[in-house]
């Protein structure tokens, strides 16, 4: 069926129904403006979704003449000067199909412009360009950087509309024809690995700073943006606090204008939890967005869920005793504490999202609230959790849900019974099922696993942990994944600005801040390992330092 405007409606109608709506990018974002090139892939990536998953969209070009491009400023990207016989528009249109079809001429895209005349039509085309202006558009009048969003925005059209069950004319590939074809058939080396790392962040860094915002209102005359250079600057030193920070980002970025530290906490304070909390959600989508588009990206599998907390407090809790809550492991010490979920297994580890924790939210709640965030992100399958979340109302819920949970047990008098006789009779492993009561004569039905440990410091019943699953013996593999997120939050606390403030609101921005630096490295990681290698290894290529630097270089400084 042929694309209507009532078809078109229909999907427009449902992009402006999200919250935090975001097309044309640059009306949503100060980060963006119409001449944007990643702005432009953002836009097209955004409605690309929903185009493809219409009845009556079953083909690209439709996609490549329909899509809305009468914002976009194409002048700061034509090098030709004077008047010329095509528009910057049609041409980037023309491209476009020809990089979605994979032709490596422009004759073959004459040909198939001659043969349709009806696309001409649409296109805006009155006569179909030859060969030789077509070549020297591309070569001598496209900027690279044009260049690059054509192949990027052409890639991000094929998967989506694969993903919707549209019949494509080619196979998307997986990096540019650019990249591919500097790939070595041995290890890259250190200067090609940071070379294509610079790229990249800058890619990713467009896409998923735009995604906060402070609200601030016209007439401003710092950008905002300065303030989020001015907060990843804070995390690319450690203990680095904003009065400091900010009199050192005055000397060493090339901005003009820069906000003061005393501002930018005004600012960052006006931000309510929840506002923090939904751009984060917001800025994630964006980032599995741009890593979906490799297939190298496990969209489905397994998340884990954790708290972490700040380093102890030690001033006057007054006023804040809800917040600054101790620790989780029972000491005289009190903290501020952060839940998080977080991808593990084979798929890149990032926070999916973080929330904060509060004196009398229940362990059932937070799993809940992060496992809603979680389902609306990726596919889950299976969930991993510490024995601090092993209540049986919260194994309920989550087999409730449809998904497999992987939990250890805190050892009562049963299980300590139990573990002795396996140590008698110098047994491994052990499974059992067992009921757990969850009143009202209603009980969930779980596994219990014994797992004797490797090289135990115990010489009793300790050697010994005990596992709850419902899933089967066959996923306790799995719940080694967990490890990658104690791993994660050393990470993510290298990358949190420094404070002293007892603002909840505050601290809690400083650490969803750090964990969106913290995803954006192990995105970038990834796009950089596909398009050097074609291939994902979990071992990191690209550095955290590497990342923080080169966002320092985003950030405009040095």
Known sequence: MALTRDSCRTVFRQIAQRSYADWPTYESSRLFDRSSLPGVESDVRLVAEPWFQHNDHEGVDQFVHAVPLAYVQFDAHDRYAGSTSYGMETLFRLFLLKECHGWDHETALVEYLTQHPDLCEQIGLDSVPNQSTLWRSWHHRFTAELQDTVETTARTILIKAQNGGVTVPREPERQSHRHRNESRESDPDDQTVLDEAERVTKRVSDVAFPAFSLDRGEGCEIRENAYWDLQTYLGLRENLAVNEGARSFIHESNRERTPLGHAHREHIRDLSIEQIREMYRHAVSRL????????????????????????????????????????????????????????????????????????????????????????????????????????????????????????????????????????????????????????????????????????????????????????????????????????????????????TSKDFGLRFFYFAFACLLYSIWRAVDLLVQVALTGEYEHSPMVTADNTLTLLKKETGVG
């Open 288 to 499: 599995l967005d741009r890593v979906a588009e490799t297939e190298e990206f496990f969209r489905a599998g397994i998340v884990a869920i954790d708290i972490t907390e700040s380093d102890p407090f030690t001033g006057d809790r007054a006023g804040h005793k809800d917040e600054i809550i101790g620790t989780k492991e029972k000491t005289d010490e009190y903290a501020y504490q952060w839940a998080t979920v977080q991808l593990v297994g084979n798929a890149v580890p990032i926070v999916l999202d973080a929330r904060p924790v509060r004196k009398g939210d229940t362990r059932k709640e937070i799993v809940e609230d992060l496992l809603d965030s979680a389902e609306a992100a990726v596919h889950v399958d299976n969930v991993l959790m510490d024995r601090e979340f092993d209540s049986q109302h919260i194994l309920e819920m989550i087999s409730q849900r449809g998904l497999s949970y992987v939990v250890p047990k805190r050892m009562q008098t049963s299980e300590k019974a139990q573990a002795k006789r396996l140590l008698q009779r110098d047994q491994d492993r052990y499974e059992t099922d067992r009921k757990l009561h969850l009143g009202k004569n209603e009980w969930h039905e779980t596994t219990l696993i014994y797992r004797r440990k490797e090289d135990s410091e115990h010489d009793d019943h300790r050697q010994y942990s005990v596992f709850m699953t419902n899933c089967g013996s066959g996923h306790l593999t799995e719940y080694g994944y967990r490890w990658e997120i104690e791993s994660g939050y050393r990470s993510i606390k290298r990358f949190m600005a420094a404070t």
